[in-house]
C-alpha cells in the first residue's frame, strides 16, 4: 500500500521528461472553455496531480478564439 503512495513522487522525472516533450505542454498556458481566462500552470504537476478547474470545468491547453455568452 505504501508503494501506491510513493509513486508520483518516484516517477516525478517522467512527468518531467513529458511535459518537455510537446510545445503546449512547455509553455505552461492553460486556457477556460468557459470564460477564456488564460492560466499559467506546471505542466508536469498538473499531469502528475490533475488539472486545474475554472467555472466547474478543466482547463484546456487548447485556447479558443470565441468565449460563449
Known amino acids: 500500500m505504501t508503494d501506491l503512495l510513493n509513486f508520483p513522487a518516484r516517477h516525478q522525472a ?4 513529458i511535459a518537455r516533450s510537446h510545445p503546449s505542454l512547455m509553455s505552461g498556458k492553460v486556457w477556460c472553455s468557459r470564460c477564456g481566462q488564460p ?3 506546471d505542466a508536469a504537476k498538473c499531469l502528475r496531480d490533475g488539472w486545474p478547474k475554472c467555472c466547474g ?13
Open 14 to 17: 517522467l512527468y518531467d521528461e
Open 39 to 41: 492560466r499559467q500552470v
Open 57 to 69: 470545468a478543466t482547463v484546456s491547453l487548447d485556447q479558443r478564439n470565441e468565449v460563449p455568452a
